[in-house]
């Protein structure tokens, strides 16, 4: 069975230049969560979303950060203009609405922002 | 101070050897409770919950401590595969589905 997809998995990009994530959840799972992990701060969730509707969006960190979910199998995470302190790893991850304790990562962008 | 807290380690011990992990959260109202593994470089993995009565998985030993508000992880019998790290994962209070991870703390298993 395919897990959650991430794209790309490396990104590398110059300060000031707009990036985008993307993530395919598992099929069949109606919630979906992007976190962000850093060495100093750990995993953060930055925004979650419930049959496609943001739910939570407290973690986002600033105005530069978006994120959608157009439909039930797709999501992206927008960075403008991105900044070198959003370098980080960032994860998707998915779960069912009525089993949120058990959520499945996707494998994670790497995001380099020089 | 920080929602979930952990020792972030490093843990280093000899294959064989019995190691435990504590976590402490700050909401009293949690509700659900979780270990995570993450290998390096890879995504978080669900270990296992953590239940009031304490839980085992073959070598895993989880235990919940409501009224201190702390979260314990043994492992027995450490193998070389259980060289990772350690999230401790606290649900908050109903009505959301966030899950709130702590720092993490890592293992080496050593030969």
């Known amino acids: 069975d395919a897990g959650v997809i991430q794209s790309p998995r490396h990104e590398v990009t110059e300060m000031g230049q707009e990036v985008t994530l993307r993530c395919k959840p598992i099929s069949g799972h109606n919630s979906l969560f992007w976190y962000r992990q850093t060495m100093m701060r750990g995993l953060e969730l930055l925004i979650y979303f419930n049959n496609n509707v943001p739910i939570d969006d407290s973690g986002m960190p600033e105005d530069r950060f978006s994120a959608k979910m157009p439909n039930a199998s797709f999501s992206t995470l927008k960075i403008q203009p991105s900044e070198p302190r959003d370098s980080a790893v960032y994860f998707c991850?998915?779960?069912?609405?009525?089993?949120?304790?058990?959520?499945?990562f996707g494998p994670g962008t790497r995001l380099t922002v020089l | 101070r920080k929602e979930v807290e952990q020792d972030p380690g490093p843990f280093n011990v000899p294959e064989g050897a019995t190691v435990a992990f504590n976590c402490t959260y700050s909401?009293?109202?949690?509700?659900?409770f979780f270990w995570y593994r993450q290998d390096c470089r890879k995504e978080p993995k669900l270990l296992m919950s953590v239940y009031s009565s304490g839980n085992e998985d073959g070598r895993f030993t989880a235990q919940l401590n409501r009224a201190s508000q702390y979260i314990s992880l043994l492992i027995r019998d450490s193998k070389l595969s259980d060289s990772a790290t350690y999230l401790c994962v606290v649900k908050v209070p109903q009505g959301a589905q966030k899950l709130v991870f702590g720092q993490g703390t890592r293992l080496t298993i050593n030969p």
């Open positions: 991850a998915s779960s069912l609405w009525d089993s949120p304790d058990t959520q499945y």
């Open positions: 909401n009293s109202a949690s509700q659900s």
